[in-house]
């Protein structure tokens, strides 16, 4: 009996020991890294760096809170950079091509989104096919498409780009009060909507939420509209930010956008999630380190590095949560 009990205090103190990890782990790591950042250059810890961490945060936050409402419903969107890539050059396209106005162009940019949006919702939701390769596919089309109406070449914005992303109010830029919108948006629709208990219902156990006369494939649909638009409005976003569209235009931000929601709460295996401040502390965490490593002079290495072992341990603590060690 006594080795019994000593068994269970053992079990019980290992268990306490990884639901710290899990929990509070990456914001150990976190406050670390900080510090050393702040002790390696005295032009990290400023206001000004701090307003060029939110700017940075802002665009690729945007397609972080569409990346929540797929990851509730289980799923997973790859194609998210190139769907950025190409709504983008569609945007571009408009205002250098057509002549169109700024907003006009963030409309088609939107509209582009959704329409990839609308695809990868289409095979996942209505032909049950695995998300993973779905968005991959779509992943290879949409920059594959965006690489043959750009042939390859360079797109620069007119000086309206510009001034949109060098307006600002109280010192902090325009598209920070656009990305804190479509936070808040999405929060309100996560929490109280009826879609947004219908989304967990169906992350949670698909099977049952439509015993329960839920519409699965609609909302599962919906998910990736949502994630497809705001993919859709990031690219704009960080094409006016960037003023120009290079071929290599956000390769590898999928994987930033996927960290950073899972970091901010969303879990992997679905029915989980919340955008605030989930999103907020997600993308911010990361943008924060990058922005540390660009500073100290670190190597490029470093950041593919650096997303990795992000990806991997944001990745096994998840995995760890939904083993059972901590439910």
Do not use: W
Not at 267 to 277: D, M, Q, T, V
């Amino acid at each position: 009996m006594a080795r019994t009990s000593q068994t269970s205090k053992s079990n019980n103190f290992q268990r306490k020991l990884v639901d710290l990890f899990c929990t509070y782990g990456l914001y150990v790591i976190f406050i670390i890294l900080l510090v050393y950042f702040t002790i390696q250059s005295k032009n990290f810890l400023t206001f000004s760096n701090a307003i060029n961490v939110l700017r940075l945060s802002s665009t690729l936050g945007i397609a972080v809170v569409g990346m929540f409402f797929v990851l509730i419903t289980a799923g997973i969107d790859i194609s998210v950079s190139a769907n950025m890539y190409f709504s983008a050059v569609v945007g571009t396209t408009l205002l250098n091509n057509l002549g169109m106005s700024l907003p006009a162009c963030f409309v088609g940019a939107i509209l582009s989104g959704l329409l990839i949006g609308a695809i990868n919702g289409f095979f996942v939701a209505k032909l049950k096919m695995v998300p993973f390769i779905t968005t991959l596919a779509t992943y290879s089309v949409a920059r594959g498409l965006g690489l043959m109406f750009t042939n390859q070449q360079m797109l620069f914005l007119d000086s309206s780009a510009m001034k949109f992303t060098g307006v600002k109010f109280l010192g902090i830029p325009l598209m920070v009060y656009i990305f804190l919108a479509v936070v808040l948006i999405g929060h309100f629709l996560l929490t109280r909507t009826q879609y947004g208990r219908q989304l967990f219902a169906c992350g949670n156990n698909l099977t049952g939420a439509n015993k329960m006369g839920i519409n699965g494939t609609k909302v599962i649909f919906l998910a990736y509209l949502i994630c497809g638009a705001l993919a859709g409005l990031a690219g704009m976003i960080n094409a006016c930010s960037l003023s120009v569209i290079n071929p290599n235009f956000a390769i590898g931000d999928e994987f930033v956008v996927i960290s950073s929601a899972v970091i901010g709460g969303a879990s992997l295996f679905g029915g989980k999630g919340r955008i605030l401040p989930g999103a907020i502390i997600g993308i911010v965490m990361v943008q924060v380190i990058t922005n540390g490593l660009t500073i100290t002079g670190a190597s490029a290495y470093a950041f593919t590095i650096f997303r990795g072992v992000i990806i991997f341990i944001a990745v096994m603590m998840d995995s760890i949560k939904f083993s059972g060690e901590i439910r």
